[in-house]
């Protein structure tokens, strides 16, 4: 399965990538990355004062999730050896059920796009 997450509330999923079907998110947070473990799916939202996350075990039906450490740009999210991550322009934190979230901490840059493998 395939899940997109659009700026507003809106997300969408498909079984094959080329079909797709709209869904939506719990409120309109500027959401910017999503990514999946755990049997989950976990979105992460970029507002400029955005500490909003949502989750799906389906990738259809969506809940909000608790609040990430502080307010700011929220724009990654991945999944590797059982924790997610998110990354700011500035900021990191995670989380190891995708719901409650720690900070964490980034060297001075401005950090775009976070990944990971098992």
């Known amino acids: 399965m395939f899940v997109a997450v659009s700026y507003s509330s ?38 400029l004062s955005s500490n909003q ?13 608790n609040t990430l450490p502080s307010a700011a740009q929220w724009r990654s999210v991945t999944y ?8 700011s322009t500035s900021r990191a934190a995670y989380s190891t059920d995708g719901i409650n979230w720690t900070a964490g901490t980034m060297p001075s840059g401005s950090w775009y796009s976070v990944g990971g493998r098992y």
């Open 53 to 65: 996350t949502a989750y799906s075990t389906d990738g259809i039906n969506w809940t909000a999730g």
């Open 10 to 47: 809106v997300a969408a999923y498909s079984y094959d990538g080329i079909n797709w079907t709209a869904s939506t998110l719990p409120t309109s947070a500027g959401w910017q990355s999503v990514a999946y473990g755990n049997g989950m799916f976990v979105t992460v939202g970029c507002g």
């Open 80 to 87: 590797a050896n059982g924790v997610f991550v998110t990354i």
